[in-house]
């Protein structure tokens, strides 16, 4: 008669967790709207200056969402996700 060799159901470990990916999302969310802000801006007609090219929101808004954008997803990256034991 042969053994029935039973294999205790172990949970997977994943290498992110929740909090992990909900940063992950908010993350590229605020890289998302940074990089919308920064667009536009342009002129269909070369020879007519458009002064909103140097707007507040495209030299400074922008390239901080775009940084804060680029600290969350370290952020999560880097946050290690709690284990149940």
Excluded: Q
């Excluded at 470990?13 to 929740?18: M, N, P, Q, T, V």
């Amino acid at each position: 008669m042969a053994k029935e060799i039973k294999i205790n159901d172990e949970e997977k470990i994943f290498a992110f967790g929740k909090i992990n990916y909900i940063l992950l999302i908010a993350g590229i969310v605020v890289l998302a709207l940074g990089y919308i802000m920064l667009a536009g801006g342009g002129s269909n007609d070369p020879d007519v200056f458009n002064p909103a090219m140097f707007d507040t929101r495209r030299l400074y808004v922008a390239p901080i969402l775009i940084i804060v954008g680029f600290i969350i997803e370290i952020v999560a990256i880097m946050v290690k996700p709690k284990v149940k034991e």
